[in-house]
């Protein structure tokens, strides 16, 4: 058990990003709660900020292990397999997409275990290199299963996000931009208010005691694996569950797509990027970054504009390396 004074939770806090400017964070949310009505007349606007919240929960996700000081490079594994999973059992099973999206981040919480038990005693660069090495596998029995996942062609035609009905009220989301745009907001709250919850928690000083020394933590008694373990399996939950959305919301996925290093790099240049051991720092990074990508970069550079990232990435590195997020907040 952690016990700490007050003073030193405050300390804890202020480094975290946890006592944030509720005013900040508050019109934040109202400007995605009312972009919707701002936007009427542009679908385009909405696709993207739609799918940079997605990325933004993507990017949270990945910072419930992050938190622990452990670097994942392959995240794109329980992306993948929370795609394909709620693609499947949609398409074969005619499951809704309401049992599909659940169940696909236990199936990809499922590979998160496997993971933990063959990786967590490594440490720091060898512990990256083992997880990017595990994307390879469940993508080649992708790419191979074609009597299963139909192979390197892909699932199309796969549902749309299911609908809601409270009596003779419905809201069909899999139709409507604006109301696709809603749920995802609405997911990525709700993992926003969880991630703010473990990071005030005694896991939450738990994993940043590891993070600072490992072995002074595990002599005061913490459970160091089982901490990390916890923190990679909610991790690989919610990266799977993302995937299942991402699959319902573009309704086509092959191999190549929900398996390649894009989705294992960019949350990781998110969390980076916005303040790694922060709670909105990922999320505000997402919610920034890709829009300026698709909006400013990708109409001039269709080929080269993630080059965005990289360049944001190292000029974070360089010059704030706690993240921008961190940087803003220090000012």
């Known amino acids: ?76 594994a329980f992306f993948g397999v929370g795609a394909y999973g709620s693609a499947l059992l949609s398409l074969e099973q005619g499951l809704s997409p309401w049992l599909t999206i659940p169940m696909a981040g236990l199936f990809a919480t499922g590979l998160g275990l496997m993971v933990g038990l063959i990786c967590l005693r490594l440490r720091g660069a060898y512990f990256a290199l083992a997880t990017l090495a595990f994307v390879e596998i469940p993508r080649v029995i992708t790419d191979n299963w074609d009597a299963l996942t139909r192979g390197s062609l892909g699932l199309v ?38 991630v703010t919850f473990v990071f005030r928690s005694n896991m939450g000083l738990a994993l940043q005691a590891i993070r600072e020394e490992e072995i002074a933590a595990e002599a005061v008694g913490i459970h160091v694996n089982r901490y990390r373990l916890l923190s990679l399996l909610m991790s690989a939950f919610f990266t799977g569950v993302s995937g ?16 390649g290093l894009h989705f294992s790099a960019v949350p990781m240049i998110f969390a980076i990027c916005g303040g790694r051991f922060t709670i909105l720092g990922p999320a505000v ?40 997020w961190g940087r803003l907040r220090n000012a």
């Not at 991402?246 to 996925?253: E, T």
Request: charged letters at 10%; glycine letters at 8%; proline letters at 4%.
């Open 1 to 76: 058990m952690i016990q700490s004074t007050s003073k030193k939770t405050v300390q804890y806090d202020d480094k975290w990003g946890i006592t944030t400017d509720k005013t900040s964070l508050f019109l934040g949310l109202l400007a995605l709660i009312t972009l919707p009505l701002l936007v009427q007349t542009n679908d385009y606007i909405l696709q993207v900020f739609t799918h940079a919240l997605l990325l933004a929960s993507l990017a949270l996700a990945w910072n419930f292990l992050g938190i622990s000081g452990s670097i994942s490079l392959g995240h794109a």
């Open 157 to 194: 035609g796969i549902s749309g996000l299911p609908t809601l009905r409270m009596g003779a009220w419905h809201v069909d989301f899999g139709s409507s931009i604006t109301a696709s745009y809603y749920l995802v907001f609405a997911y990525f709250v709700i993992l926003l208010g969880l």
């Open 244 to 259: 299942a959305c991402y699959a319902h919301l573009v309704r086509y996925i092959e191999p190549g797509l929900v398996y």
């Open 285 to 324: 990074a997402a919610l920034v970054l890709y829009p300026v990508d698709q909006f400013i970069f990708h109409p001039l550079l269709p080929a080269g504009h993630e080059f965005l990232y990289g360049a944001v990435l190292i000029l974070t590195m360089l010059f704030m390396p706690n993240g921008f």
